[in-house]
């Protein structure tokens, strides 16, 4: 065994969860698929004094289909967007990012709700959730609110998460279907981290663009100057430039290679996305 | 303080008492002696301890025993009767899939579990797949040869087409 000793709940409810987070000055975490925290807590990188297992709370698991959006219980698996078992309202953006985390082993158990959480700025679903502008669901020992995506993370590992604070469930909107999406990733191995990505929501019949860059040094950037200029029709070396431009004035300590990296991956999410 | 639990384990019912920072592997290995289930890592990144928990492929070293209760666990051992498997190991053994055969317990899990979802990929698509795996003795290519040729004797064979069904 890896790990240093820590107490174990496992919760049947919501509220059960909620209540035994509650630690005083001891550190109690939520365990959802455990594919993060568990490795964290067998190099001791994590300190836990109290694990809640929330794996067994049924209401974290429903889906609710509703007109003009899907909420997804947090404990949905990657697995479950790449089989197709949940519906889908991302015209095939979620079921592709949950069949391209870290591999199927990991799939099955992570969920999405736990990788959010976790808010590490090199993962998938985080960029995701903030291109497809979703909203979070948290309820805590005050009850219940909902953050948009794009407020949620404060920057690597930071969310707005409070104490004893709970994801319930990622409630993504219906986007249109004449949008198209665009991916691409840089990562030296299949299934790492990456080191780069970028999302790219097009809809040329609605003029409209968002794009996303993840794996950065904090939270995803929303460039929504470089946005515009694709809504507008620039294209090549003007939206290139429009696009480190963007990213050298956002505030973040980039090193030209990190720049150069970030713009070309950007690049070959909106070039990708002409290929749906 | 240790935390009761019960699963099947292999087809058994299995009670135990485990304190809550035991890994399932180590239960496998430790306490029920199923060692076909190897650490490597113990942070969820060589795959060598891959089981199947509710048939679903999951590390062992990164999940928790406690976490197991009610579950149904099948290892390398409880696939020893398994048509597929069976013809998984023949192919690693006909096609030299493996060398120092560390890797190989979670090779042959996470192949198993590779044909039974997605039995027609091509070469590139089993690489991919199987990236999750990682042998240290570098013997990728058998490994691969050994996937391809046991999903194409899989297709071939009468029990595939009794899964299917």
């Known amino acids: ?276 | 303080m240790k935390t009761s639990i019960s699963a099947v384990i292999n087809g058994k019912q299995v009670q135990s008492a485990v304190e809550p920072r035991t890994s399932l592997a180590d239960l496998l290995r430790e306490e029920l002696r199923l060692t076909a289930t190897h650490l490597g890592c113990e942070q969820g990144v060589c795959g060598a301890c891959t089981v199947l928990i509710d048939d679903q492929p999951a590390r062992a070293c990164i999940t928790l025993a406690v976490g197991i209760d009610g579950s149904d666990i099948r290892t390398l051992e409880g696939l020893e009767n398994d048509a597929l498997m069976l013809v998984l190991k023949s192919a690693f053994h006909d096609k030299h899939g493996l060398q120092c055969g560390f890797c190989t317990p979670g090779m042959l899990i996470s192949a198993w579990d590779l044909l039974r979802r997605k039995p027609h990929l091509n070469e590139a698509e089993i690489r991919i797949a199987m990236s999750g795996n990682l042998c240290r003795c570098t013997g990728y290519q058998g490994i691969v040869r050994s996937i391809r040729s046991a999903a194409e004797k899989w297709a071939g064979s009468a029990a595939a087409t009794q899964e299917q069904v």
Do not use: C
């Open chain 1, 1 to 276: 065994m890896k790990p240093a000793p820590f107490d174990y709940h496992r919760a049947t409810s919501i509220e059960d969860a909620i209540a035994h987070l509650q630690a005083g000055d001891a550190i109690a975490r939520p365990l959802a698929g455990g594919q993060s925290l568990v490795p964290m807590l067998n190099l001791r990188l994590a300190p836990a004094d109290r694990l809640v297992d929330l794996t067994r709370i049924d209401a974290l698991k429903q889906i609710v289909a509703r007109a003009d959006a899907i909420r997804y219980g947090a404990l949905t698996t990657h697995a479950a967007f790449e089989d197709g078992r949940v519906p889908d309202a991302s015209n095939g953006l979620m079921p592709f990012i949950g069949s391209q985390i870290a591999y199927r082993a990991v799939r099955t158990r992570g969920t999405i709700g736990g990788a959010v959480a976790l808010a590490d700025p090199a993962a998938d679903w985080l960029t995701t959730i903030i291109a497809l502008e979703a909203d979070v669901a948290l309820v805590g020992p005050n009850g219940r609110r909902t953050v948009a995506g794009t407020d949620f993370a404060l920057g690597p590992y930071m969310t707005v998460i409070g104490d004893a604070e709970l994801i319930e469930a990622i409630i993504v909107p219906r986007r249109p279907g004449s949008e198209r999406w665009g991916h691409y990733k840089v990562a030296r191995k299949t299934g790492e981290y990456a080191e780069s990505m970028a999302i790219a929501l097009i809809d040329k019949a609605l003029g409209k663009a968002r794009l996303i860059v993840g794996a950065t040094d904090g939270a995803p950037l929303v460039l929504e100057k470089s946005a515009r200029e694709i809504a507008a029709g620039t294209i090549g070396g003007g939206l290139a430039a429009a696009i480190r431009a963007e990213l050298a004035e956002s505030g973040r300590d980039f090193s030209p290679e990190k720049l150069l990296l970030h713009s070309t991956v950007a690049m070959r999410a909106v070039a990708n996305s002409e290929r749906r």
